[in-house]
């Protein structure tokens, strides 16, 4: 088994930035990821990304993924890290496709979708219920739908949705909508908006495809007739596999710093760190920082 400089874990904006960062310091690095882009391949409309007054996040990420395999960037996509241990001085990543070691490892693995865990909603998963509008938007041209959230990643869907569902219901569990003041009003100037505060979802219902959900508000319980569901009640980390790093109760990855964990020559970056202010800006920076302790744990360290 091939013996690398070092592995990144994630291809979002900090896993990506810091292969960079591995490419021109001129290490011998790899590249595990689910998928390219990360959360930023989400996003709908980004206008504060320093470079780009406006850019869509599939853009961004496409972008992002063009440097990144310009300097010939060994990548296993469509692989899912489940284990990393430490073995004497390596580290020994195991995935669903396969095995490999590092001397060190930068975590950026960021989030996933957090669900809503209610009757039906597993049932009718990409049959109605999804967890990304910039995906699944154009599936639900003229439909009415529902979507469950009022933080900044609920605004940006349904800003999303507003040219292409018919009607949006926004489901949102406490007394008002979160998120950016200037998302906020465009959200609730639209005309086929409506927005249900102090409202939870508690079933998805349908046969074939989903046709309605059940929500719950102080005053009343109903049936919503919707054609889709768009989750986004915010993400949790992925960081499972992670065993033996210092999480906080968030299962967040607890960073200093210079990126370091509690395991010499791990390193994380990026969302799946306890590092506040979740922006892809602020991830692109931690991944640079990542690598750049990663690379100093390396020049001063002796391998066998």
Known sequence: MDIHDLIII?????????SVYAARKQLDFLVISRDIGGQAAWSGE????TGY???TGPELAKKFEEHM??????????????ELEKTGQLFNVKTDKGRYQARCVIIASGKKARELDVPGEKEFKNR????????????FSGKDVAVVGGGNSALDAVLQLMKIAGHIYIINHSPELAGDAIM???????????????TFVTAVLGDKFVKSIKIKSLLQEKELVVQGV?????????????KGVGKNPENEII???????NIAGVFAAGDVTDVPEKQIIVAAGEGSKALLSAFHYLSKNQFN
């Open 184 to 198: 906020r009003r465009k959200v609730e100037e639209a005309a086929n908006v409506r927005i249900l505060n102090n």
């Open 128 to 139: 109605g219920v999804t967890y990304c509008a910039t995906c699944d938007g154009p599936l």
């Open 46 to 49: 980004i206008e504060n990304y």
């Open 53 to 55: 007054q406006f850019i």
């Open 69 to 82: 395999l310009k300097y010939g960037t060994a990548l296993k996509e469509n692989e899912e890290v489940l």
């Open 230 to 242: 768009f989750v986004e009640i915010g993400l949790t980390p992925n960081s499972a596999f992670a």
């Open 255 to 261: 960073v200093d710093a210079r990126n370091q964990t």
């Open 10 to 18: 994630g291809a979002g904006p900090a896993g990506i930035t810091a």
